[in-house]
Structures are given as C-alpha cells and as structure tokens.
C-alpha cells in the first residue's frame, strides 16, 4: 500500500509517492504482447499479486509482487467455457481466492483450477454488470450496470457481489427522482466502505429544477 500502480497499455506502472520515484514497470510473464490493453488492475486481497485484465488480449494476467518475475495468464473464454473470446474490463480477488471479473456479464474463476462459470443470481440467470472495486479484503465488490458509470433515471442502480451471499438487490442512485428534474445522470466514480455502504462521487449533474 505504499507504492501506486497504473495500467499503461501494455506494462504497469509503478511509482514510489512517499519517495517521488517512477521504478521499474511491471510486465507479465509473458511478455508484452502488441494486443494488449491494460483495462483495469487490482490487488489481491494480501497485496502479494497485481491482476490485469487485458481487454485487448483477452486475458487476465497475474504478476506476483512477493516473487517479482513470476505470474501466469488466464484465457478466461477457455475458463468460462465460452465460444466467443472474453476481453475482460476488470477483476478482483474475493476473499475467497477465487475471481470476480466483468466484460458487461460477471464471471467467476478459480486460478487453481482456471475454471469457472458465469456469476449467477439466486435464479441461475447471468448477472449483467461492470465491477469497480472491492472492500473488506475481497468480501463484497461494488457492481454497476453500465461500463462508464453514469447512472442515470433510465439505467441507475449499483449493488455489492458478497462472497457468501452472491449479488444484492441492485438500488437506485436517486430514486425517486426529485420533483422537476428533466434528467439526472451522474459520473459515478465510487468504492465501497468496510461495512458494505457505498461512496459515490457525482462528477456532473446535468437537470432542471
């Protein structure tokens, strides 16, 4: 927690704040491939492993920072069992060591076994929706229904993934919507508090009053 990590395209970036150093970059074990595109990265619940999810690529690397040069890839398509290849936007590790990743549909992945399925509701239906990070060290990770975050009257909600629980009621950003208000679309930038409540940051509020 004392260094910060940036996707840039194909490599990572790592800067050292407190010393104002930009070290080394980070590459996967497999190289740098000319496909690659770093969507989204997180750590892992111990801060022993940095996950990308390469939408480019489509595939999930994992780069170990306990033993720096060691890692691995995972194909999550082949993972999943789908036909069509999957170009992940993020992935988290759950408490539970296993993976909860979003390309617009949520998927699961063990990365003992690189097997998985579909995120599933309590009715066996595939969970729409994009993650944005996660809290009580992989217990719950914050969900929304768009990619760009902008809830607005016509497609607001956001929810938590629970590791022993699944998915909770997605909940309206503003709902009801105040008395006047044409449209409201937020830019919702938002993290998830240790007891499971969430923060959102409205970046623009369009609407009349």
């Known amino acids: 927690?004392?260094?910060?990590?940036?996707?840039?395209?194909?490599?990572?970036?790592?800067?050292?704040?407190?010393?104002?150093?930009?070290?080394?970059?980070?590459?996967?074990?497999?190289?740098?491939?000319?496909?690659?595109e770093f969507a989204g990265i997180s750590l892992s619940p111990d801060s022993n492993r940095l996950w990308i999810a390469d939408s480019g690529a489509n595939l999930i690397h994992m780069i170990s920072l306990v033993n720096p040069g060691t890692g691995y890839d995972i194909d999550p398509g082949k993972?999943?069992?789908?036909?069509?290849p999957i170009a992940p936007i993020r992935v988290f590790e759950l408490s539970n060591g296993q993976l909860l990743g979003s390309n617009g549909t949520l998927f699961m992945i063990n990365p003992s076994t690189m097997s998985g399925d579909l995120a599933r509701d309590?009715?066996?239906?595939?969970?729409?929706?994009?993650?944005?990070?996660?809290?009580?060290?992989?217990?719950?990770?914050l969900l929304t229904q768009v990619s760009d975050g902008v809830i607005g009257p016509d497609n607001a909600s956001f929810g938590l993934w629970n590791v022993n629980n699944g998915i909770s009621a997605p909940k309206d950003s503003?709902?009801?919507?105040?008395?006047?208000?044409?449209?409201?679309?937020?830019?919702?930038?938002?993290?998830?508090n240790?007891?499971?409540?969430?923060?959102?940051?409205?970046?623009?509020v369009e609407g009349a009053i």
């Open 79 to 84: 993972a999943i069992g789908s036909s069509t």
């Open 194 to 204: 240790e007891d499971g409540t969430v923060i959102g940051s409205p970046l623009a």
């Open 122 to 141: 309590s009715s066996g239906n595939p969970v729409t929706g994009y993650v944005w990070n996660s809290t009580n060290a992989g217990e719950n990770v």
């Open 174 to 192: 503003m709902d009801p919507i105040p008395a006047g208000w044409e449209t409201v679309f937020i830019n919702f930038e938002a993290s998830a």
């Open 1 to 36: 927690r004392q260094l910060l990590y940036a996707a840039h395209g194909n490599q990572v970036e790592v800067i050292d704040a407190i010393n104002q150093k930009v070290l080394a970059p980070l590459i996967p074990v497999s190289g740098k491939s000319t496909n690659s």
